[in-house]
């Protein structure tokens, strides 16, 4: 059975960092590109940031551009997100997820973020 | 950036009836690329349709999905009690993605 187990959220202030991860097992993660998504308290959806299976093409939404950085580690079946320069509106869960957009996509159970003094 | 705006925000029917939710894009996207997620409370979200209109893996035949261009719908012909969440879709282009703001469907 497929998984992502996602770890690392937390309380932090404005302006400090955190990073988040995600463990994939049950398919073959290297062959995949993976994304971030996240969602504020009572809101909906927002795309992150997007990474290539190789690593190769990297993106982000223009709210997280310039502080946030997306990796990935295929040998250890992971995938990152480091948060800098965190902002209140920062605050949400964040889902690992696969947005392929084909007939299997998987997600992460999310993890909370909370940017607070 | 493509804006996906969904309607309508709420949408309160009872089980056994037909839902219809909309999905317009600011502009043309490709049917390959849209998608349309299910959400409850305190999960994540779960694929219901991709490529516009194929049916995810365990996904009821009550679900169907149309459209083209800029506009998309998410039809489910006869409501049951599990089908009542939040639904978005999503667009991929020019190496981004956007979600829509959500339908909400309600048990009235």
């Known amino acids: 059975e497929a998984q992502l187990v996602q770890s690392g959220g937390g309380l932090v202030k404005p302006g400090g960092s955190l990073r988040l991860s995600c463990e994939a097992s049950?398919?073959?993660?290297?062959?995949?590109?993976m994304n971030w998504v996240r969602q504020a308290p009572g809101k909906g959806l927002e795309w992150v940031s997007s990474?290539?299976?190789?690593?190769?093409?990297?993106s982000y939404a223009d709210s997280v551009k310039g502080r946030f950085t997306v990796s990935r580690d295929n040998a250890k079946n992971s995938l990152y997100l480091q948060l800098n320069s965190v902002r209140a509106e920062d605050t949400a869960v964040y889902f690992c997820?696969?947005?392929?957009?084909?007939?299997?996509?998987?997600w992460g159970h999310g993890t909370l973020v909370t940017v607070s003094a | 950036e493509t804006v996906l705006t969904q309607s309508p925000g709420t949408l309160s029917l009872s089980p056994g009836e037909r839902a219809t939710l909309f999905c317009r894009a600011s502009?043309?996207?490709?049917?390959?690329?849209l998608a349309w997620y299910q959400q409850k409370p305190g999960q994540a979200p779960r694929l219901v349709i991709y490529?516009?209109?194929s049916r995810a893996s365990g996904i009821p035949d009550r679900f169907s999905g149309g459209g083209s261009g800029t506009d998309f719908t998410l039809t489910i012909s006869r409501l049951e009690p599990e089908d009542f969440a939040v639904y978005y879709c999503l667009q991929y282009g020019s190496a981004l993605y956007t979600f829509g703001q959500g339908t909400k469907l309600e048990i009235k």
């Open positions: 049950g398919f073959s993660f290297s062959d995949h590109s």
């Open positions: 990474i290539s299976s190789s690593s190769s093409y990297i």
């Open positions: 997820a696969g947005l392929w957009l084909e007939d299997i996509d998987y």
């Open positions: 490529g516009a209109s």
């Open positions: 502009q043309s996207v490709s049917s390959s690329y």
